[in-house]
Nanobody
Framework: QVQLVESGGGLVQAGGSLRLSCTAS????????MAWFRQAPGKERELAAA????????LYAESVKGRFTISRDNAKNAVYLQMNSLKPEDTAVYYC??????????WGQGTQVTVSS
């Protein structure tokens, strides 16, 4: 089993930055695709950013492209999300997820990000 733990969320003013971290334990995630999802109040969970196992290929939602950067450090069994130029609409619970095969089978408990205007 894989346990994913997110950290780095908090309250920030619009235009500010936050860096989320996701640390895995229980199994090496270096061969997993990883992603950050987010869920705002009253909305469905959506993919914010994803990264394949080598770190070479990344994917971003249009709403965060150019502002968010996903990265990974396989030596540390960790994934990161650097969020810049934050907007109030980025307010959500952010979840780290791991995909060993075709599906995101492993999820963290989430970390709250709140952006004030």
């Amino acid at each position: 089993q894989v346990q994913l733990v997110e950290s780095g969320g908090g309250l920030v003013q619009a235009g500010g930055s936050l860096r989320l971290s996701c640390t895995a334990s229980g199994r090496n995630i270096s061969t997993y695709a990883m992603a950050w999802f987010r869920q705002a109040p009253g909305k469905e969970r959506e993919l914010a950013a994803a990264i394949e196992w080598t770190g070479t290929l990344t994917l971003y939602a249009e709403s965060v492209k150019g502002r968010f950067t996903i990265s990974r450090d396989n030596a540390k069994n960790a994934v990161y999300l650097q969020m810049n130029s934050l907007k109030p609409e980025d307010t959500a619970v952010y979840y780290c997820a791991g995909k060993p095969g075709s599906f995101y089978d492993y999820w963290g408990q989430g970390t709250q990000v709140t952006v004030s205007s």
